[in-house]
């Protein structure tokens, strides 16, 4: 795994975009705070037709809405549980007890998201945005609408984006990046944590496959 501050640099690597425009290099610039990992995830492109924006949100299924709300409250909820540990073992012990039993619900929920979505595919996340291989090329600055399921807590998110980046394949399909737009501040917080733990699972198995 790798991620760097350059988060961006590989989406614009190169200026042969699609119908030939490139992003700037201030754009370019403003994209590197972010920070990027390879992934897997499950992920369904909609191309948005201008009239069809507003749409976009209420057009999601409502399991991706609940998936994220889900996420949302167990991450508000630790540092409260965390915090009730201290005071009150038992308590805190029952309520982690039923928060495992909302998330084996939210799992179930999730693989039928999973065969709506599709097969997780290789993709190059970011806070500000996804690179990933398509059959279609799009042309720069087409708003699309992204459905993600993030694995392995499997959870769905809606987003809106527009097309940066469009790149020729030799196996004839294209390389495509995407910048979201409009995220809520849940909606980064829950990507920048799940980033976080897959730099930290990938740090650990690095670690255990030296120590082997």
Known sequence: MRAAAAGWSLLHSSHQDCHGIAMS????????EYYRIEDRIALEITRLEPAEEALAEEEAPPGFGLLAELHHLEFEAQHLLRQLGERNRILASYLKVQNRRLELLGQTL???LLKDVGTPRPVILSEGGVRFAHDEGLPVGTDVSLRLVLLPQTLGLQLRAEIVHCQPREDGGFDLGAEFKSLSESQRQMLARHILQQQALRRRQSRE???G
């Open 25 to 32: 290099t201030q754009d370019i610039e403003e994209r590197r």
């Open 110 to 112: 999730a693989s039928h």
């Open 209 to 211: 496959t030296h120590q």
